[in-house]
């Protein structure tokens, strides 16, 4: 089993330098592994990661890569070695310099013979403290290639995870960002019972939605960055039923009635058999016109308490547009995506007063009496006596 994983190894190596999309259509040769032997991702990679590291490779201008640990693998190809203990001795022979690797990884190899690989990481250990004990000296003065890796990925459950390393300036501007998006909100709704990682989860979503409506976002296929909601009209006006969100994922009427308060719509005639029969054209709901006054009018979200800025909101239909609200000033209200989401779904309501302004009524539960309240923490326009 052993000789035949690494023989596996060495076969995949040679299926990437000879280009793996030219071959068999793959952008990797992990996923081509993943379809072909029916493995999951993460035991796919692992697998081509430990040949790289084992076989001679190819940069992506032709030269050629030597294998960090030649001797390891012929090894491995006789069956002499378990995985971890190739995944120990190749941990080892990367911190090692390079004039000393070829003697390090024989005396691995020798030692390996009769112990196990616990064994042979603490003799690494020991090796690179004498060999390295005041740190590698620099090759290159030129700053290296930053570490970053970030895997996100779709359960079957409709839950999304997301896993990442790295470096550690990206890591401490991510922090930055999440720290400042995932403050308590105390508003008059109440305090934030949220924990630190629902605001984390919520500060991250809220980062998508920046960075989504950022006019510097490079564009897919000629169209900005978007995600497509799929839905019957009866079913947005009603809220009842279930809308499909890209390709597999599904979401619930109410939800896309939220997010089609602020989106780009094509309407379209579908056949008995779900098949296109008239796609119409392309239109946004809240015009780049109208959202300056938005801007200008609520200064930010207009719910009261919230003192998020204009770039963190959507516009709100008060009448929602599936029931002929019309997409006026007199019809829209700026919200931030967490008091969006609360009026939707509470019995807070919104509507515009005398002066033009946007008001909200609590629920009866919060004032029995339903006192209009307003947003006053926003800087008003300086205008002119």
């Given at each position: 089993?052993?000789?035949?994983?690494?023989?596996?190894?060495?076969?995949?190596?040679?299926?990437?330098?000879?280009?793996?999309?030219?071959?068999?259509?793959?952008?990797?040769?992990?996923?081509?592994?993943?379809?072909?032997?029916?493995?999951?991702?993460?035991?796919?990679?692992?697998?081509?990661?430990?040949?790289?590291?084992?076989?001679?490779?190819?940069?992506?201008?032709?030269?050629?890569?030597?294998?960090?640990?030649?001797?390891?693998?012929?090894?491995?190809?006789?069956?002499?070695?378990?995985?971890?203990?190739?995944?120990?001795?190749?941990?080892?022979?990367?911190?090692?310099?390079?004039?000393?690797?070829?003697?390090?990884?024989?005396?691995?190899?020798?030692?390996?013979?009769?112990?196990?690989?616990?064994?042979?990481?603490?003799?690494?250990?020991?090796?690179?403290?004498?060999?390295?004990?005041?740190?590698?000296?620099?090759?290159?003065?030129?700053?290296?290639?930053?570490?970053?890796?970030?895997?996100?990925?779709?359960?079957?459950?409709?839950?999304?995870?997301?896993h990442g390393r790295f470096d550690d300036e990206t890591g401490?501007?991510?922090?930055?960002?999440?720290?400042?998006?995932?403050?308590?909100?105390?508003?008059?709704?109440?305090?934030?019972?949220?924990?630190?990682?629902?605001?984390?989860?919520?500060?991250?979503?809220?980062?998508?939605?920046?960075?989504?409506?950022?006019?510097?976002?490079?564009?897919?296929?000629?169209?900005?960055?978007?995600?497509?909601?799929?839905?019957?009209?009866?079913?947005?006006?009603?809220?009842?039923?279930?809308?499909?969100?890209?390709?597999?994922?599904?979401?619930?009427?109410?939800?896309?009635?939220?997010?089609?308060?602020?989106?780009?719509?094509?309407?379209?005639?579908?056949?008995?058999?779900?098949?296109?029969?008239?796609?119409?054209?392309?239109?946004?709901?809240?015009?780049?016109?109208?959202?300056?006054?938005?801007?200008?009018?609520?200064?930010?979200?207009?719910?009261?308490?919230?003192?998020?800025?204009?770039?963190?909101?959507?516009?709100?239909?008060?009448?929602?547009?599936?029931?002929?609200?019309?997409?006026?000033?007199?019809?829209?209200?700026?919200?931030?995506?967490?008091?969006?989401?609360?009026?939707?779904?509470?019995?807070?309501?919104?509507?515009?007063?005398?002066?033009?302004?946007?008001?909200?009524?609590?629920?009866?539960?919060?004032?029995?009496?339903?006192?209009?309240?307003?947003?006053?923490?926003?800087?008003?326009?300086?205008?002119?006596?």
């Amino acid at each position: 089993m052993r000789s035949c994983e690494a023989e596996l190894g060495s076969l995949l190596v040679g299926v990437e330098q000879r280009g793996v999309m030219e071959l068999f259509g793959y952008r990797s040769v992990a996923r081509f592994l993943e379809h072909l032997a029916d493995l999951p991702r993460q035991a796919a990679e692992v697998l081509v990661k430990r040949a790289r590291q084992l076989h001679p490779g190819l940069n992506l201008d032709g030269t050629p890569i030597p294998p960090l640990a030649p001797a390891t693998a012929v090894a491995a190809r006789e069956g002499r070695l378990s995985n971890p203990m190739i995944d120990t001795i190749v941990s080892v022979l990367r911190d090692v310099p390079a004039e000393h690797q070829d003697r390090v990884e024989q005396d691995l190899l020798g030692f390996a013979a009769d112990a196990g690989h616990k064994q042979v990481a603490a003799l690494g250990a020991r090796i690179l403290a004498h060999l390295v004990s005041d740190g590698r000296e620099p090759v290159e003065t030129e700053p290296g290639r930053p570490d970053r890796e970030l895997s996100l990925r779709r359960k079957r459950s409709g839950v999304w995870e997301l896993h990442g390393r790295f470096d550690d300036e990206t890591g401490a501007r991510a922090s930055a960002v999440l720290d400042a998006l995932a403050q308590r909100r105390a508003t008059d709704e109440g305090p934030d019972l949220r924990s630190p990682l629902e605001r984390y989860g919520d500060a991250f979503s809220d980062a998508m939605d920046l960075a989504a409506n950022s006019p510097e976002l490079p564009m897919q296929a000629g169209e900005r960055a978007h995600v497509m909601v799929a839905i019957s009209l009866e079913d947005l006006k009603t809220g009842i039923g279930t809308a499909l969100l890209g390709d597999t994922g599904t979401i619930s009427a109410a939800e896309a009635r939220l997010h089609a308060c602020d989106c780009m719509v094509i309407p379209a005639v579908l056949g008995s058999s779900s098949e296109p029969l008239d796609v119409g054209r392309l239109r946004r709901l809240v015009p780049p016109g109208i959202r300056r006054a938005l801007y200008l009018r609520d200064r930010g979200c207009a719910f009261p308490g919230c003192h998020r800025p204009p770039r963190h909101c959507q516009g709100h239909h008060i009448r929602h547009w599936s029931e002929g609200g019309p997409t006026e000033l007199g019809n829209l209200v700026l919200m931030c995506a967490h008091h969006h989401r609360l009026l939707h779904r509470s019995g807070w309501e919104v509507r515009i007063a005398a002066d033009g302004l946007p008001e909200f009524l609590p629920p009866t539960w919060l004032d029995r009496r339903r006192k209009p309240r307003r947003n006053n923490l926003h800087e008003p326009l300086p205008f002119a006596a």
